[in-house]
């Protein structure tokens, strides 16, 4: 029976890649529960298996060994497309390279996500989210016209406008200084504080993680 | 242990990595490629004209007897002699007239040529003991006392070996059927039943005297500057020089055009490889940025990044120059055996300095088109380590300059300048057309959005958001469309209507000799027979006098032909209207109900001889009296056409009364062929000169060369695909990115492929249509300009432009790009560090 308590429940998954002769456990037998509007923080030295935790939480995919649901679906018996379909609109994704569009304007990148939920609205919701990041004078403007921390608004108006139920965060103020930062991670609480969207972040910055309800460490590939 | 980086093991160590990097790199590997295939393309052209050229000047030669001859109404006199004593050459003396020969009390008109010992210089002389008998190639001519004749005084005269013939005074055995001499066709003489004789018996028979119709050839051979020498000289008035080469002008002009759609091959191939060049080395520039940044971090100089970016092309250059040039080498081989037969001797080996060309032609095109991309890199602020800026063009200018510098150096090695002065023009019309229409698509977005679903308006609407790389990558797919319909165009439209233009009922026979008092009975005598399309042709002879009321001879001019043509009597004729093998340059025809009036209609050779303009008079001598004409329009005749032709031509009612001759061609079926002999036993005076086999030569080069040409447009078609390449791979590093982002953020496999075919299918349906249009225009431009034959638009053209471009660049996208759509979502992690 599925608990859709839960946002995502990962069950002794462990992940293994080849490298030469030599197999690597990147993920050693890693449980986990995260409730629906929850924040999480994973935190870990670099190398310790922390974004490719996430990876396989938000179905981007799949471990060697174990289970992982989202949103009450084992996506173990998803194939690629099902995943893809299942993250449409509920996930929402925030990088430390922002990854936006390159030939798209600040709101065509902010109505992607919105678009491929097949929201009839896209576009407005995507001029909504980018005021409520304030960036609606920049609706205009393409990625290299923007700073770092402008960038990552439109990532995160991205968000916003799919309407996610679930934010994964992939070090978010990693390439950014600690004001804008500062700025940037009110935003990712605000939308997990007003739409009840669960939000799991991987970081190294402590106070970021402290600010979460709950904290795990990974540990070459384990939880300690 | 330390290495000597002189060894050559350790040259091999630092290659290696070099090259195995190269080969990971997809763009410059594409770069490569293009240079490959305009090298190759370029050098398998040129290696083979120049064996043709080669292997014509030898054929022409033996389809000459000699490398040059000296004609005369009267014996050389000693001056010219003399001015012959110091060169080096080989000679061999001739007479011919016409005489009647006599077999007991029957008798025929004959051609006799007598000839010396030395005769023939060049090409062979085969003879028969009997009609159509085995053949026997002869040293040399008759031996004194002897007769050798072709089929048709055999067959006029029935006669058998051992048979004696009666010429003046001589009397000659028959001995051998002569059925081939190399020097035949061309002159009037040549045109009755041939008598050969040897030139002593001739000097005896008391037939060749003061006021008799002889010609006086004189056959010269040797070494090309001994012939280049004669060239220069200046002949007295009434002797003509002539070159083998000259001698052929219906196989020469069929050489020409056979070279200049040769030529189209190799342009359209290094115009669209120096696209394909632009368009990788632009890709490969923003990857140098980056690697430049680091270095200079790293503490490199401009300077240095600069020369290391040059060395890198050098080397590029080069090699794939190399690699090139061996293929063209590979390639002319094939090109030579699919033209097997285009000339009558073996052709000769190719000479690889001829391939040198295509060596400068690699340099100028990727310094050219690839150059300003690499360079730019040394500009790179090394902040960009920290933060990618915006895009940099290459320079557009630098890359204008290459292509019109490229194309100048194909046209002037083709020596076409207008030939690639079209394409060039062309390419650059259609490029600026596909921009304008490409930003048209784009501009179009918001209407293309609202409609269809996801994928449709995500493909459409990738379009859009691309914007300027969405434009020069339908530039770049229309221009690799374009190539592909114009090798459509050239191949099935031009290489059609010029094989065409040599119908199975072009005329194979001449009628010359024919008196006004025949011109009726020989029409009636056609039309009894069911031989249509005769149409005939008045000539007299004239003499130019004045020009532009200015007394004239032969001191008048430089030009040795033109200086001949004042010597001499040349043919002049009157139509009221022109055939369509005339096409009208300058001034008007005149209107079909002419009569009287004083205007000349001029040939552009006359044209050029004689320096003519439009309204320049002329005052000709006819016979006794003396006619003023003026310039009235100017045309250009296709001699290739077999039928008769006038460089000179007077309205009717002008030149009547002057001892006029008249002459026709018409088609004869190889059964109609007894009609022949009918015809000559009606009308004796008429002489009859097949064509035949110069149709049929003709006619094989067409064919050798359609298959050629056809080979040679691969080049055009591998050029093309590299383009469409170049043009899609330039978008891979994106798609990869984009391709995990959309997967990430919840896109469907099938939104994802569907989104692409709708882009690349958008694309193509553009730059199909606009190919179409210029592949079109192009096509008629070269018809009229260039190869002077007629062309039709073709709707089916336009319909095959647009779909066959959507279909063939979606299939390629999905095809290339397969491998980048299955990116799997965690790279958008895994690139995010």
């Not at chain 1, 449980?31 to 929850?38: A, N, R, T, W």
């Not at chain 2, 460089?647 to 001759?661: C, H, K, R, T, Y």
Request: net charge neutral.
């Amino acid at each position: 029976m599925q608990d859709i308590r839960w946002a995502v429940r990962a069950q002794s998954i462990t992940h293994e890649v080849s490298s030469g002769d030599k197999r690597l456990t990147i993920l050693d037998d890693v449980s986990l529960d995260i409730g629906q509007g929850e924040s999480l923080a994973i935190v870990g030295r670099s190398g310790s298996g922390k974004t490719t935790l996430l990876s396989m939480l938000a179905g981007l995919d799949r471990p060697t060994r174990g289970r992982v649901e989202l949103a009450g679906s084992d996506l173990g018996a998803l194939d690629e497309d099902a995943r893809a379909r299942l993250r449409a609109g509920r996930v929402g994704f925030v990088f430390q390279s922002f990854q936006l569009l390159a030939g798209f304007t600040a709101l065509e990148n902010a109505q992607l996500g919105a678009d491929l939920a097949g929201h009839r609205d896209a576009a407005e919701r995507a001029r909504t989210a980018l005021a409520q990041v304030g960036l609606s004078a920049r609706a205009g403007h393409h990625p290299y016209q923007l700073s770092g921390g402008e960038q990552q608004r439109v990532a995160i108006a991205r968000a916003f406008a799919a309407g996610p139920t679930i934010l994964f965060a992939d070090e978010p103020t990693g390439n950014l200084d600690s004001a804008t930062g500062a700025e940037i991670v009110e935003l990712l609480f605000q939308l997990n504080r007003e739409r009840g969207a669960t939000l799991v972040l991987v970081t190294h910055d402590a106070e970021l993680a402290a600010r979460c309800n709950r904290m795990l460490s990974l540990s070459e590939g384990r939880l300690g | 242990m330390a290495v000597d980086p002189t060894e050559p093991d350790a040259r091999m160590h630092a290659i290696r990595p070099l090259l195995r990097r190269w080969l990971r790199t997809p763009e410059l590997l594409i770069l490569a490629l293009a240079v490959v295939v305009a090298v190759a393309a370029s050098s398998a052209v040129g290696l083979f004209s120049d064996r043709v050229a080669r292997a014509m000047e030898d054929q022409s030669g033996e389809a000459f007897g000699a490398d040059a001859a000296i004609r005369s109404r009267e014996p050389l006199s000693s001056a010219v002699l003399e001015q012959l004593a110091p060169l080096s050459l080989r000679r061999a003396e001739l007479i011919q007239f016409p005489s009647v020969a006599f077999k007991g009390e029957q008798s025929s008109l004959a051609s006799v040529k007598a000839t010396d010992a030395a005769y023939p210089l060049r090409g062979q002389l085969r003879t028969a003991p009997e009609p159509f008998g085995p053949e026997r190639v002869e040293a040399n001519g008759p031996p004194s006392g002897e007769a050798w004749v072709d089929l048709r005084l055999w067959q006029d005269l029935q006669l058998s070996l051992g048979d004696t013939l009666e010429l003046g005074r001589g009397r000659f055995r028959v001995t051998r059927i002569l059925s081939y001499e190399p020097d035949r066709g061309g002159g009037f003489t040549d045109l009755a039943p041939r008598m050969m004789v040897a030139l002593e018996d001739i000097r005896e028979s008391g037939l060749v005297g003061p006021g008799s119709r002889v010609q006086y050839k004189l056959l010269l051979s040797g070494a090309r500057d001994q012939i280049e020498i004669l060239k220069g000289i200046q002949w007295p008035p009434g002797v003509r020089f002539e070159t083998a080469q000259e001698g052929r002008r219906e196989i020469g002009g069929a050489l020409d055009r056979a070279r200049q759609f040769l030529d189209i091959a190799v342009l359209s191939a290094m115009l669209l490889a120096g696209a394909a060049i632009a368009a990788s080395a632009h890709q490969h520039g923003q990857r140098l940025r980056d690697e430049a940044a680091i270095y200079k971090v790293l503490g490199a100089t401009s300077r240095q990044i600069a020369q290391r970016s040059l060395l890198r092309l050098l080397g590029l250059a080069l090699g794939a120059g190399l690699v090139g040039m061996l293929i063209g080498g590979l390639a002319q081989g094939v090109v030579a055996q699919a033209a097997q037969g285009l000339t009558q001797t073996a052709l000769p080996p190719a000479q690889p300095l001829a391939a040198l060309w295509s060596l400068a032609l690699a340099l100028l095109l990727v310094f050219g088109f690839a150059a300003p991309a690499f360079l730019t890199a040394r500009h790179t602020p090394p902040v960009r380590v920290f933060q990618r800026t915006a895009p940099v063009g290459g320079s557009r200018l630098a890359a204008g300059v290459a292509a019109l510098a490229a194309a100048l150096l194909v046209g002037w090695h083709t020596g076409d300048a207008q030939l690639a002065g079209i394409v060039l023009a062309g390419t650059a019309a259609a490029t600026l057309a596909l921009g304008v229409l490409s930003w048209a698509l784009v501009r179009s977005r918001a209407a293309l959005r609202r409609r269809g679903g996801t994928a449709l308006r995500f493909g459409l609407a990738n379009i859009a958001r691309r914007r300027w790389a969405s434009v020069g990558q339908s530039v770049a797919l229309g221009l690799a469309l374009l190539a592909l319909l114009l090798v459509g165009v050239v191949r099935s439209d031009l290489l059609g209507a010029w094989e065409n233009r040599l119908p199975d009922d072009a005329p194979n026979q001449f009628l010359i000799n024919i008196q006004t008092d025949q011109v009726a009975p020989l029409e009636a005598f056609f039309d009894a027979r069911g031989v249509g399309g005769a149409r005939l042709w008045p000539m007299t002879r004239a003499r130019l006098v004045e020009l532009r009321g200015e007394p004239v001879d032969a001191d008048s001019f430089d030009d040795p032909e033109a200086r001949r043509w004042v010597n001499r009597e040349f043919n002049i004729s009157w139509v009221d209207r022109f055939g369509d093998d005339n096409r009208l340059m300058r001034g008007q025809w005149w209107p079909a109900d002419t009569r009287g009036e004083p205007w000349l209609s001029v040939d552009e050779t006359a044209v050029e001889r004689l320096d003519l303009e439009l309204g320049d008079t002329l005052t000709l001598q006819i016979a006794d009296r003396r006619l003023e004409v003026r310039v009235y329009n100017i045309r250009k005749v296709s001699w290739d056409s077999f039928r008769p032709n006038f460089f000179l031509v007077v309205p009717p009612g002008l030149i009547e009364d002057s001892a006029v001759q008249w002459l026709t061609s018409f088609h004869l079926r190889p059964d109609q062929r007894p009609l022949l002999r009918e015809l000559i036993r009606e009308f004796p005076n008429i002489t009859a000169l097949d064509l035949d086999a110069a149709i049929a030569q003709v006619r094989t080069i067409l064919d050798r060369v359609v298959g050629a040409v056809e080979f040679l447009f691969l080049f055009t078609l591998a050029a093309g695909l590299t383009v469409l390449l170049a043009a899609i791979e330039g978008t891979r590093a994106d798609r990869v990115r984009e391709t995990a982002l959309l997967r990430a953020l919840g896109a469907s496999n099938r939104t994802i492929h569907l989104g692409l075919l709708a882009e690349y299918a958008a694309l193509g349906l553009v730059a199909g249509l606009v190919a179409a249009l210029a592949a079109q225009v192009l096509g008629a431009s070269l018809a009229e300009r260039v190869f002077e034959l007629p062309y039709r638009f073709s709707l089916t053209l336009w319909a095959s432009g647009a779909l066959g471009g959507a279909a063939l660049v979606s299939a390629l996208g999905w095809l290339s790009l397969q491998r980048s759509l299955r990116t799997p979502p965690r790279r958008v992690l895994a690139a995010s560090g």
